[in-house]
């Protein structure tokens, strides 16, 4: 059975700074990792989303990365800001015909102005 | 470019009382279609998921059950409530081709059961 594990559960730095959130699973036989973002009360946010075969993704100010063998993912924020906190969750998928997704717990950013 | 709604945001049903949160998704043909559950302090649970119209499939025995009677409709349901329902529901759905596709999440739902 698939588990995955967030580490820290809750992170709070000054503005500005960079951060890096780790994700790890334990079964390495997955198509892909996605990262997500949740503000309180709110729907997932899809941030970015690595397949099985790809090593990294970016989008803006966010670098995600995945090593397969070792069973971790990270997700690299530059240069912070408030509007970044939110609770941050990975996802890893597995299965075929549909997603079958195990999700951490997540990471509660928060981001001091 | 494809929308997820669900509704309703907040809903407070006393115990006994039956429940129903619908989801809709546009933009989109023959989507996936998931209902997860996320308890405070715990990751999401996959409660139900669905590759077509009609078809349901459950991941975790429970008082709650789905229907799809529209391609890109996904509805849950409840007859009659208990404590433990409470919790904040998410629909999300997926492209159907492929394994290979981001999850994309509705604003979900926040059910209290009193």
Redesign the interface.
């Known amino acids: 059975k698939q588990e ?1 594990t967030q580490i820290p559960a809750a992170l709070s730095v000054p503005e500005g700074e960079n951060l890096v959130l780790n994700c790890s699973f334990t079964d390495s036989a997955i ?2 990792l ?1 990262w ?1 973002r949740q503000d309180p ?6 941030l970015l ?1 690595i ?1 099985s075969s790809q090593r990294e993704q970016t989008s803006g100010r966010l670098n995600a990365s995945l090593d397969k063998s070792s069973g971790r993912s990270t997700l690299y924020i530059a240069a912070s800001q408030p509007g970044d906190s939110a609770t941050y ?1 990975c ?1 890893v ?1 597995q ?12 990471t509660k950013l928060q981001v001091i102005p | 470019s494809q929308t997820i709604h669900q509704w309703p945001a907040t809903l407070v049903q006393p115990v006994g009382s039956p429940l129903s949160l619908e989801c809709t998704v546009e933009g989109t043909s023959n989507p996936n279609l998931y209902w997860y559950r996320q308890a405070a302090g715990r990751g999401l649970q996959l409660l139900f998921y669905s590759v077509g119209i009609g078809q349901i499939s459950s991941e975790v025995p429970q008082n709650l059950s789905a229907s799809r009677p529209q391609d890109r409709q996904f509805i849950l349901s409840s007859k009659k409530l208990l404590l433990s329902d409470s919790g904040f529901y998410l629909c999300a759905w997926s492209p159907g081709t492929g394994v290979f596709s981001p999850l994309h999440f509705g604003n979900g739902t926040r059910l209290t059961v009193t």
Request: proline share 0%.
């Open positions: 995955v198509y892909n996605q997500f009360g709110k729907g997932l946010t899809s989303l397949q969750l996802a998928g299965g075929g015909g549909y997603q079958k997704v195990t999700f951490g717990t997540g």
